[in-house]
């Protein structure tokens, strides 16, 4: 099959496919006449790089992973015990990136929550804490 019909069968744009084929996510043959053919194998192929761009894996790590996943229903499971371990780092990554976003979320609802009971009020501050506008 061509580019199309795989974007088609897949819901993927021919865009992704083809990034998906420079990252080395996809390898289909090529005619000839420069076009690219897909087996039907394929459609699992951009399923499972689809799943793992999900769980948040970046292109280079799905690329060492998807020869070791299968398919188990809707979900994937690796099959080789060294990229069962990296993805538990990659996990644990981004849990660490998590923990820092919510520290981040909450000092700006900090931040925030002292700046509206600043103006709500007492009026507007300048930079030295003195009242704008005549309201002090």
Do not use: W
Not at 21 to 40: C, F, N, V
């Amino acid at each position: 099959m061509f580019i199309g019909e795989l974007a088609k069968r897949t819901g993927v744009s021919t865009r992704s496919l083809r990034y998906y084929e420079q990252q080395g996510l996809l390898r289909p043959r090529r005619r000839s006449s420069g076009y690219r053919e897909y087996d039907d194998s394929d459609v699992a192929t951009v399923r499972r790089v689809r799943v793992l761009l999900a769980a948040g894996l970046n292109t280079d790590l799905i690329r060492e992973v998807l020869p070791c996943m299968a398919d188990e229903g809707a979900i994937l499971a690796p099959l080789c015990d060294e990229m069962a371990q990296d993805l538990r780092d990659e996990r644990e990554r981004m849990g660490r990136s998590i923990e820092q976003l919510q520290a981040a979320h909450a000092m700006l609802g900090s931040i925030i929550h002292a700046g509206e009971a600043l103006t709500a009020g007492t009026g507007t501050r300048d930079e030295t804490g003195a009242g704008v506008g005549g309201k002090a």
